[in-house]
C-alpha cells in the first residue's frame, strides 16, 4: 500500500534534512568548495569570479542560487544545505506530477515513494553542487514539456518549459542543445498545431543562456558559455588515462606541453579555444584511441557501483568518502535493479503507445554527450528520475502480469 504524497515528500524531506544536519557547515567535496567561494565573492562584492576579476569557468545558476541564499538568510552553508533540501524535495514532487501523466497516478506514487529514499538523491540534496539543481530544473523541464505536446497546449505551457530548459542550460551547459529537437519532436508531434507556442519556447529556452553569453562577450569579447569546455574536452582525451586517475594528475602532465606553456599567458576564451583546437587535432589523430576511451566512457556513465580506487580530492568522514564501501552497498542495492526495470518499463510502454519518446530522448542525448566528452557515475543523477518513473511503470506492469498468470 503506497503513502500518500504528501507523506512521501514528508518522508522525502526528513531523510534530506537529517543528512543536511549531519554535513553541518563543512565542506565535502573541491567543486563544492569553488561554488560555495564563487558565491559568497557574488554576494559581497557583486563580481561573479574570485575576488574583483571575473570569471566565466563554471556555469551561473548554482553560484547565483547560494548567492540569493547568502543574501537572505546569512552566509550560512548549513541554512543554504536546508534550502537545497527543499529544492529536492520539489524534484519529487515534479517527478510524482510528471510519472502520473504519463503512467497512471499508481505508477507517480511509486517512483516519489522511490525517489524520497533514494540514497544518491539524498546525499546530492547536501552537497553543494550541480547534480540536484540540475535533476529538479531537468525533470519539471520534461514534464512542463510533455504537458505543452498533449491535449489544447496553452501558451503559460510553453513559456514554462522555455524557461525551464533556460534555466537547466545555465546549470549545465550540455542541456542549451536540447531545446532544438524538442522543438522539432514538437511540431511533428503536434503536426504543426503548436507552431506559435513552439516559437516562445525556443525564444524563451535560448534568453537566460544568451543573456549569460552577452555578459560573457562584454567581459571577455567571445560570445561564449563558458571558458572551460575547451580544457574539459583536452583532458579527457589527451590525458584520458592521467585523468582516470585524479584530474589533477592530468593537470599536471597538460602544464608540460609545449602548447600549454604558449597559451599561458593568454586571455581565458583565447586559452580555452587553444586547448579545444588541440583536443580536436589529437582526435582526428587518433581515432581508435577516442573510440576506445569513448567506451570506456560510456561504461562510466552506466556502471553499477562507484569507483573504489579514486579518493583524491574528498574530505574524509565517517561517511562522506572515508567509506567508499558505504557507496558500493548502496549502489549495489539501487542501480542494477532501477536500470534494469527502467529498460523493462521503457519497452513496455512503449509496446503499449505510451508517450515514453521524450524520457527515451534525453537519456540518450545525456548519454552521449557523457560518452563523447566525460563521464562519471555521478552525472547520471539528472537522468534517474527518468530511470526511476520508467522503472516504477516496469515492476507494476511486471508484477500485474505475474499475479495474473
Not at 515528500?9 to 564563487?38: C, K, N, S, W
Not at 516559437?199 to 552577452?214: G, K, Y
Not at 503507445?353 to 539528472?382: E, K, N
Request: glycine fraction near 10%; charge should be positive.
Amino acid at each position: 500500500m503506497l503513502p500518500s504524497i504528501g507523506g512521501v515528500l514528508l518522508m522525502g524531506f526528513v531523510l534530506r534534512l537529517g543528512f543536511a544536519l549531519y554535513l553541518g557547515g563543512g565542506i565535502y567535496q573541491p567543486d563544492e568548495g569553488v561554488y560555495v567561494t564563487m558565491a559568497r565573492n557574488l554576494h559581497e562584492r557583486g563580481v561573479f569570479g574570485v575576488g574583483d576579476v571575473p570569471t566565466a569557468e563554471r556555469p551561473p545558476a548554482l553560484p547565483f542560487l547560494l548567492a540569493g541564499i547568502f543574501g537572505l538568510l546569512g552566509p550560512s552553508v548549513l541554512l543554504a544545505r536546508i534550502v537545497h533540501v527543499l529544492f529536492s524535495v520539489a524534484g519529487i514532487w515534479a517527478l510524482y506530477r510528471y510519472a502520473s501523466l504519463v503512467f497512471g497516478r499508481q505508477a507517480g506514487l511509486m517512483a516519489a515513494a522511490i525517489a524520497a529514499v533514494y540514497p544518491f538523491f539524498v546525499y546530492w540534496s547536501g552537497i553543494l553542487m550541480t547534480e540536484t539543481l540540475a535533476t529538479v530544473l531537468v525533470t519539471f523541464a520534461l514534464w512542463r514539456t510533455q504537458v505543452l505536446s498533449e491535449g489544447e497546449a496553452r501558451m503559460r505551457d510553453a513559456v514554462a518549459a522555455g524557461l525551464l530548459w533556460g534555466l537547466a542550460s545555465l546549470t549545465r551547459t550540455q542541456n542549451l542543445a536540447f531545446p532544438v529537437a524538442l522543438a522539432a519532436w514538437l511540431i511533428w508531434k503536434a503536426r504543426l498545431g503548436l507552431r506559435k507556442q513552439v516559437l516562445v519556447f525556443l525564444v524563451l529556452a535560448f534568453l537566460p543562456p544568451m543573456l549569460w553569453a552577452a555578459r560573457n562577450w562584454r567581459q571577455f569579447g567571445a560570445l561564449t558559455m563558458d571558458t572551460h569546455a575547451g580544457y574539459t574536452l583536452l583532458i579527457r582525451t589527451m590525458f584520458y588515462d592521467q585523468d582516470n586517475i585524479d584530474t589533477g594528475v592530468a593537470r599536471q602532465a597538460l602544464e608540460q606541453t609545449e602548447f600549454y606553456q604558449k597559451a599561458e599567458g593568454l586571455p581565458a576564451v583565447e586559452r580555452d579555444r587553444v586547448f579545444s583546437r588541440e583536443a580536436l587535432n589529437f582526435i582526428r589523430e587518433n581515432p581508435g584511441t577516442y573510440l576506445y576511451n569513448s567506451c570506456r566512457n560510456f561504461w562510466q556513465f552506466w556502471r553499477f557501483y562507484p569507483r573504489m580506487d579514486k579518493t583524491v580530492g574528498v574530505v574524509d568522514s565517517a561517511f562522506v568518502g572515508g567509506k567508499r564501501m558505504y557507496f558500493a552497498l548502496l549502489s549495489g542495492l539501487t542501480e542494477p535493479l532501477l536500470i534494469l526495470c527502467g529498460l523493462a518499463g521503457l519497452y513496455l510502454g512503449w509496446k503499449r503507445g505510451l508517450p515514453v519518446l521524450l524520457p527515451g530522448l534525453f537519456i540518450v542525448f545525456t548519454t552521449g554527450i557523457h560518452t563523447l566528452v566525460i563521464a562519471q557515475m555521478r552525472y547520471r543523477i539528472p537522468v534517474m528520475p527518468l530511470i526511476i518513473m520508467l522503472a516504477s511503470y516496469g515492476m507494476i506492469s511486471l508484477w500485474e502480469k505475474a499475479r495474473s498468470r
